[in-house]
């Protein structure tokens, strides 16, 4: 196993830098390397997903590293630094979702910091409030508490511009939306835009729908946020980016297209 040492490595469908980007490995994240082809690895990430990354974006994890407690990256990117100072050298950059080794002993607790360890190994330090708990186990065991942490882990993406195969405030896609929303509140769903059974969600009526579920448009899904409304990134030309629509015709915020390509909704079974 080798973890992710940069902020973003892109994940490409061939070994080839300019080839199409299928998703993006974060700061810290563990992967599999399954075959090298010249200056790329083939990687499974945890969540099962598999591409070619460039051989430099990945190392072997520093043994104290390895065997700290995790922390994710809360704030859209975290500047890790060399000191508990604002003025200090910055060490590494991570993207939310990103990880990040915790120290027991707290840096500067008056002013917030964390000291906190790198993959290579490094120690720095960062805004505690900019930190998270490791997504190791649902945020909640309790459905509607569950259900309003997701809602408001999507909406935390808006604003962000569409990228194919993106997963962080820079660009992301539709899947990559609705994935980080569950991987931030302790779900591994599937990347892509479908329902696979090796994952936690079943496939429901829509007439059901709650927030948090997802709806599944041909090549396209969204999150149910309620009151007829949902979220989700978009290419569309219109509304660029992460937004929010409506369901409802009467709405303002009612986009004519999608309804009428509704496949079916989603719902995580772990209550």
Same mark, same amino acid.
């Given at each position: ?82 000191? *508990? ?9 991570? *993207? ?22 790198? *993959? ?75 329902? /696979? ?39 569309? *030309? ?15 915020? &009612? ?7 509704? /496949?079916?909704?989603?719902? &995580?079974?772990?209550?």
């Amino acid at each position: 196993m080798v973890v992710t040492s940069v902020s973003i490595a892109s994940l490409h469908v061939k070994p080839d830098a300019m080839s199409e980007l299928s998703d993006e490995v974060l700061f810290g994240m563990p992967v599999d390397i399954l075959d090298e082809t010249g200056d790329f690895y083939k990687i499974r990430t945890f969540y099962r997903y598999e591409g070619f990354s460039k051989k430099s974006n990945f190392i072997v994890p520093d043994e104290q590293w390895s065997a700290q407690q995790k922390s994710a990256a809360a704030a859209p990117f975290t500047d890790i630094m060399a000191e *508990p100072d604002v003025t200090a050298g910055i060490l590494a950059v991570v *993207p939310r979702g990103g990880v990040v080794g915790l120290e027991q002993t707290s840096g500067d607790i008056e002013f917030g910091w964390q000291k906190v360890c790198l *993959p290579n190994g490094l120690m720095g330090y960062a805004r505690m409030r900019k930190l998270m708990p490791h997504y190791e186990f649902p945020v909640s065991s309790e459905e509607t508490a569950f259900r309003e942490t997701l809602v408001q882990t999507a909406r935390t993406y808006l604003g962000s511009q569409y990228r194919w195969g993106g997963k962080t405030m820079q660009g992301i896609d539709c899947s990559g939306l609705v994935f980080m929303a569950y991987l931030l509140c302790g779900v591994i769903i599937w990347r892509d835009a479908a329902i /696979k059974p090796e994952f936690p969600i079943r496939e429901m009526d829509f007439s059901e729908v709650k927030p948090g579920d997802l709806i599944f448009f041909t090549g396209h899904v969204a999150m149910y946020i309620g009151d007829g409304e949902y979220i989700h990134s978009t290419g569309h *030309p219109s509304s660029d980016g992460v937004v929010i629509n409506s369901l409802n015709p009467a709405s303002p915020l &009612y986009r004519e297209d999608l309804p009428k390509m509704i /496949k079916y909704c989603g719902r &995580y079974t772990g209550f």
